[in-house]
């Protein structure tokens, strides 16, 4: 299928970037991937780079199309649900779904980025770190490369060129003079901030570590995902600006008093707060919407740089990963046939992640405030004995979106004809026992085709 001298240009070698490499190099492909920072198994990874993440089952299967899941499976921890932290101190069990197999795994963005930097490279892939990509020429199809360390400047030119820079990247920038490009950029006003809960005696974790631990408490909340050490990544969500806030909280006295009224429980595990809560960044969250994706067969937006998100749904990286899958399906069916496959490409996935970025929206709401309300805990238990009854035709939207492959768009759409239902269902009832099954069937029958059909 490949011309076989054809060398394909990807800037980034975050996560998208190497497992799209590994593929594209399976299929005959020449790889070269310009990153902008050192290489992280040589230097220490900068604070915000030791965030985990949550892969699910989309992320799953671009790992295994690429074999890499099997070898994943050493540094991901399972979490099987949400346990919510009380301002008393009481923990609540959600699982995520009915089915034991229905986990999110929690895994080191550093360690996911260095073993697909390693498995890219064992490909021949080749990886030039420390090049930052300051630009693109449309007409020549020439990258301008700036060596971060050097500062030397170089070009290099490639008939095809796809940007795997980030939800900042160079190449959307670049890809702004195309005529009739549109661009949105949402900036949340809320900030974000790493923190650590250590591991306890002998490396055990001090929480459930199956778990995704919630503190919600309204307008702000923290999070903690496990670690293979015993260790958890907290991540602080805050506004930046206001009552409580970042701006509000900046000093670590002022901070560890939020903390010890808010999060009395986190405190005590959390032995080097201050250092962490002064030395590690603020960092910003954004929804990037913009169109198109390509120019012609020469460049291509993929990952955060076509479609940023905001992480309260742990999908983006999911959702870079099935923009590989979709990508090389493509190019399997059409050949290198880049204009074709680009096109299709934008096609297939826009509608789509433009549904993840809303979904992720609504679910920080869902995440922050509505998991500590008992309504909404109640329309939760009746969505599971929905789902028990009619499985495969009441899905939930969380686990459409998280467990199954189903378009977003549809995982939104279906999501939102359900939401509707349980509002009309729950409304008036306290009780389970009061639910009228007969009403639930109807209304099943006349507006849900199982999943499977789609
Ligand atoms: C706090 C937080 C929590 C998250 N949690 C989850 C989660 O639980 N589950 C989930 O699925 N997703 C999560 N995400 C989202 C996820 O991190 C991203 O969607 C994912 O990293 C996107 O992969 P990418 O390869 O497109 O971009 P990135 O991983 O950002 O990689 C881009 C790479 O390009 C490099 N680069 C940038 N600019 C240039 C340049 N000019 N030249 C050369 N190289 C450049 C960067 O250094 C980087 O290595 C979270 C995000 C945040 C911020």
Redesign the pocket.
Known sequence: MPNQSETITL???????PLLAISLVKRGFRVEI????PDMRRVRVSAGRS??????TR?IHALREAGLWESMKSIIVPMRGRMIHSLAGELTFQPYGQDPTEVINSIS?AEL?VSLMIAAEAQGVKIYFN????GFDLKTGAVRLRNEETGVETAVESKTVIG???????IRLEMQKVDQFRLSQEQLDYG?KELTIAAGAGGKHQLEPHALHIWPRGAYMLIA?PNIDGSFAC?LFLPFDGEISFASLDSEEKALKFFEANFPDAVPLMPNFKENYSTNPI?S?VTVKCSPWHVGPKVLL????AH??V?FF???????FEDCTCLLELLDRHGADWSRVFHEFEQARKVNADAIADLALENFVEMRDRVADPRFLFRKKVELALEAKYPGIFVPKYAMVTFHRVPYSVALARGRTQDRMLGELCDSIERIEDLDWKKAEAMIHRELTPLENL
């Open positions: 800037i980034g070698s975050g996560l998208a970037g310009h990153e902008r920072r965030i985990n993440l949550a892969v699910s992320g963005r980025n090049q930052r990509c300051t795997a820079d980030g939800a900042a990247s160079a974000y995902l991540i960092g969250m993929l990952g955060d740089a940023a998100i992480p742990g999908q983006g990286l999911n959702c870079a």
